[in-house]
């Protein structure tokens, strides 16, 4: 959850991440977000009923591999927000 303003004073979400492959995107409006000055707070009293997805999927989404090129394209996008 997030103040709609928070989500339009980043840009909303990145969507270059899409073409990249799977996760960080989140991250990412965090990252901006707090860049801005928005506070992060966890709400640790919500329950989360969570889905495992990739036990819907035949292939191996995530492996090691994978995830390197995604985060190291998630550090690169930020230091580009970062210096403007």
């Known amino acids: 959850m997030a103040p709609r303003q928070m989500l339009y004073d980043v840009g909303g979400m990145d969507e270059t991440y899409d073409m990249v492959g799977h996760a960080f995107d989140n991250c990412s409006v965090a990252f901006r977000a707090y860049a801005l000055g928005y506070k ?11 889905v495992n997805n990739d036990s819907f999927s035949k292939e191996k989404l995530k492996t090691q591999e994978d995830f390197l090129r995604i985060a190291t394209f998630h550090q690169q996008r930020n230091e580009r927000h970062h210096r403007g």
Do not use: A, G, V
């Open 40 to 50: 992060p707070y966890l709400d640790q009293s919500n329950e989360s009923f969570s």
